[in-house]
């Protein structure tokens, strides 16, 4: 991947540039993004760092943000990264991962226990271009369903998927984890996995703006430490994990949020060594080609991913 030209070594020797960072996320965290909010509180209690997160709706904006200097970091999908450079030119570069699988389970009316049984019904997702859109159509197909026999229809986040299925405006509907199996401890039917089908995908990926970076070399490095170290500490630590959840999700029920860590060590969810495998970011991006959200040709990863501050934390720290 690309080499960048830090000009400070890492950061256990050097002060950070700045002493605050405001990192963008799409939508309202979810159960899945725990260790990203213990990984602000962490920077803001153990080193001074004013670390807020910016919640923005829709997967785009916290890239339009990054590129007019709005947040310093965003963690967001690979595609919108992927395309904002090409339409724009805006250098964003993506420099960590922390969620290596979809946490989608497809959620259903009572009535629909089969995934034949959604042929001629609707299934509410967030709308073309959306990766509960892009992951779920990949994960029908590769079951052997016709896809143009299926209408999606764009529905809100998940919690207005789920109000969709009790009010029968829809059959199935995209959900995380934990949201899905508290809708279903409601009376709702666990219909699929998505990861079952799709395998490794990059759900996230910390993105920067080069300028940015290599104007604060140390103050990125402290961050991908700690950064690194939430998700090693996410994927080892299923009671103090649940437990900080109380402080960034509500209305989930103990036994869903349970049932929710079990599957995401089941899949292999959380990243190992910083995220950034060349196998792993293929594989994201032709899972998006195969469901025509990317084009057949994108630029190569090597001219938008930097492995060097996960490099100088592996070095320092190990791999797993």
Same mark, same amino acid.
């Given at each position: 991947?690309?080499?960048?030209?830090?000009?400070?070594?890492?950061?256990?020797?050097?002060?950070?540039?700045?002493?605050?960072?405001?990192?963008?996320?799409?939508?309202?965290?979810?159960?899945?993004?725990?260790?990203?909010?213990?990984?602000?509180?962490?920077?803001?209690?153990?080193?001074?760092? $004013?670390? %807020?997160? &910016?919640?923005?709706? @829709? =997967? !785009?904006?916290?890239?339009? #943000? *990054?590129? +007019? /200097?709005?947040?310093?970091?965003?963690?967001?999908?690979?595609?919108?990264?992927?395309?904002?450079?090409?339409?724009?030119?805006?250098?964003?570069?993506?420099?960590?991962?922390?969620?290596?699988?979809?946490?989608?389970?497809?959620?259903?009316?009572?009535?629909?226990?089969?995934?034949?049984?959604?042929?001629?019904?609707?299934?509410?997702?967030?709308?073309?271009?959306?990766?509960?859109?892009?992951?779920?159509?990949?994960?029908?197909?590769?079951?052997?369903?016709?896809?143009? $026999?299926? %209408?999606? &229809?764009?529905?809100? @986040? =998940? !919690?207005?998927?789920?109000? #969709? *299925?009790? +009010? /029968?405006?829809?059959?199935?509907?995209?959900?995380?984890?934990?949201?899905?199996?508290?809708?279903?401890?409601?009376?709702?039917?666990?219909?699929?996995?998505?990861?079952?089908?799709?395998?490794?995908?990059?759900?996230?990926?910390?993105?920067?703006?080069?300028?940015?970076?290599?104007?604060?070399?140390?103050?990125?490095?402290?961050?991908?430490?700690?950064?690194?170290?939430?998700?090693?500490?996410?994927?080892?630590?299923?009671?103090?994990?649940?437990?900080?959840?109380?402080?960034?999700? %509500?209305?989930?029920?103990?036994?869903?949020? !349970?049932?929710?860590?079990?599957?995401?060590?089941?899949?292999?969810?959380?990243?190992?060594?910083?995220?950034?495998?060349?196998?792993?970011?293929?594989?994201?991006?032709?899972?998006?080609?195969?469901?025509?959200?990317?084009?057949?040709?994108?630029?190569?990863?090597?001219?938008?991913?930097?492995?060097?501050?996960?490099?100088?934390?592996?070095?320092?720290?190990?791999?797993?």
């Amino acid at each position: 991947m690309a080499a960048l030209a830090l000009v400070a070594a890492a950061c256990g020797s050097d002060d950070p540039e700045a002493t605050s960072l405001k990192v963008g996320f799409s939508g309202q965290p979810d159960f899945t993004q725990i260790m990203n909010f213990t990984w602000l509180d962490t920077l803001n209690e153990e080193h001074g760092i $004013d670390a %807020e997160a &910016v919640i923005f709706e @829709g =997967t !785009s904006p916290p890239f339009r #943000a *990054l590129v +007019s /200097g709005d947040v310093d970091m965003v963690v967001g999908q690979v595609p919108p990264g992927i395309k904002l450079r090409a339409e724009t030119g805006a250098d964003v570069v993506m420099i960590a991962g922390d969620v290596r699988q979809s946490d989608y389970i497809l959620v259903s009316s009572p009535d629909v226990t089969t995934l034949e049984q959604l042929y001629g019904r609707q299934i509410g997702t967030a709308g073309p271009g959306a990766v509960s859109t892009s992951l779920s159509v990949a994960a029908l197909t590769r079951e052997g369903i016709n896809i143009d $026999d299926l %209408e999606f &229809v764009e529905v809100g @986040g =998940t !919690s207005a998927r789920m109000a #969709a *299925l009790v +009010s /029968g405006q829809t059959a199935a509907g995209a959900a995380h984890f934990a949201e899905g199996f508290n809708a279903v401890e409601e009376g709702l039917y666990p219909l699929y996995v998505i990861a079952d089908a799709v395998g490794p995908y990059l759900f996230h990926g910390v993105w920067v703006d080069r300028a940015w970076l290599e104007e604060n070399p140390n103050l990125a490095q402290l961050a991908m430490d700690e950064f690194i170290d939430s998700v090693r500490w996410a994927a080892n630590n299923k009671a103090e994990y649940i437990a900080e959840a109380a402080t960034v999700t %509500e209305g989930l029920s103990d036994a869903a949020k !349970s049932r929710a860590y079990d599957e995401f060590i089941r899949i292999g969810l959380f990243a190992v060594n910083g995220g950034l495998q060349p196998e792993l970011l293929q594989a994201t991006i032709s899972i998006e080609q195969e469901v025509d959200n990317l084009p057949a040709q994108v630029e190569d990863p090597s001219n938008w991913v930097i492995t060097d501050l996960v490099d100088d934390y592996l070095e320092r720290n190990g791999s797993q």
